[in-house]
């Protein structure tokens, strides 16, 4: 088991006895179930969850896109209004965690959406209780408060303490039932969050604690996990998107994320995948900071330095060397590993990414200062 401050991860598969501890001991009668529209019953949860569900009252929700939109949200809202539930069990990807904990922060507030997304105001989670058992291991989004949502094109992400569910469930038979390309994104999602908590300019001592253990982890299993289903490896990826999911509550994900986004809504890429499209050609652009565009109060030598420990995790000699190692591991993952094999080929689609991608508060996470220009001469270099 993992221990977070207030949430308890669980990785032995025999550990969801303690479900029906916990729904038990706070008296859950009234469950409101979120899950994938076919995950469910394909990863075996249903089998698993059916003698600990039996006898409460359940109102399952699975009818929303892959990357939740502000429709959806309010569409759930208002069938479940009528509903009681004291506890949301959330059995998914992270998309499908993202939208419990969506249910759980305004299902008594739905006026208030518009609101918050435009952060006038604060989100005001309900009190019913959270828990999670993710398919996929990678989001880390069972370690995290923050959940996201699309308004059309546009991404928001709402942070709240509340909505770090109360316990998860990483259980090895479910994360094994993920179908190999879903698996290899999750895989590289978890990579690339340890990755960019790591760089971070938000890091600290115990962020980057997390996060290097999660990049070791997540190079050293990410292949077997997924090529080779083996049951020691899937564990340990799990084992390490919770810490990568734990190490970017602590520092937010940075320029590769941002970006990431406007791939995933406009060409639909995966989410993992498109980060990991992003991360090399941005790990190579960091590198090379310099006075002028220094975002990290620890300065120029510092960004170089991490840069340098990060490569170093990948037992690769210099960025360059592990930028490229990186990009092979995509392709051994079984995934295009460059935009215009993944069929973003030219400068139109480029500025769409742009225009929807450069989110300032993200982009400025990064050690690095991005320009808008910056960004066009590393979309045309990842595009190679
Ligand atoms: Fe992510």
């Known amino acids: 088991m993992l221990e977070l401050k207030n949430c308890n991860v669980f990785l032995d598969e025999d550990s969801l006895g303690e479900l029906g501890a916990m729904l038990d001991a706070d008296k859950h009668h009234s469950i409101l179930l979120v899950t994938g529209s076919a995950s469910y019953e394909a990863s075996g949860a249903r089998l698993l969850l059916a003698p600990l569900l039996e006898g409460r009252e359940v109102t399952r929700v699975f009818d929303f896109q892959t990357n939740p939109q502000k429709s959806d949200l309010c569409r759930i809202l208002d069938e479940i209004s009528g509903i009681n539930f004291s506890a949301i069990i959330a059995v998914g990807g992270g998309s499908v965690i993202d939208v419990a904990k969506l249910i759980k922060c305004f299902r008594q507030a739905s006026d208030q959406i518009d609101k918050v997304l435009c952060s006038d105001r604060e989100a005001k989670p309900s009190s019913a209780a959270l828990f999670a058992l993710p398919t996929t291991a990678g989001s880390g989004s069972e370690a995290t408060q923050f959940a996201v949502l699309y308004d059309g094109a546009v991404k928001h992400s709402i942070a709240h303490p509340k909505l770090l569910p109360d316990a998860a469930w990483l259980l090895p038979s479910i994360l094994s039932s993920v179908p ?205």
């Open 180 to 384: 190999r390309d879903i698996a290899a994104a999750a895989a590289l999602d978890a990579f690339c969050q340890g990755v960019e908590s790591y760089w971070s300019i938000h890091s600290t001592d115990e962020s980057k604690n997390l996060a290097r253990r999660a990049i070791c982890l997540t190079w050293e299993f990410m292949l077997p996990a997924v090529i080779d289903h083996d049951k020691a490896a899937i564990r340990e990826m799990a084992k390490a998107a919770c810490l990568a999911g734990m190490a970017i509550n602590l520092t937010k994900t940075t320029a590769p994320h941002a970006l990431s986004y406007a791939l995933t809504i406009h060409f639909g890429l995966m989410h993992g995948h498109a980060v990991g499209l992003m991360l090399p050609d941005i790990y190579k652009y960091n590198e090379a900071v310099g006075n002028e565009d220094v975002l990290d109060h620890r300065g120029v030598e510092y960004v170089r330095r991490v840069m340098t420990e990060i490569a170093m995790m990948l037992s690769c000699s210099s960025v360059t060397d592990a930028a490229e190692a990186i990009r092979e591991r995509i392709k051994n993952l079984g995934l295009p590993n460059s935009l215009s094999a993944a069929g973003i080929t030219n400068k139109k689609q480029h500025e769409l990414i742009i225009k929807d991608g450069f989110n300032p508060d993200r982009v400025n996470n990064n050690p690095r200062k991005l320009s808008i220009q910056g960004l066009h001469s590393i979309l045309a270099v990842t595009s190679k």
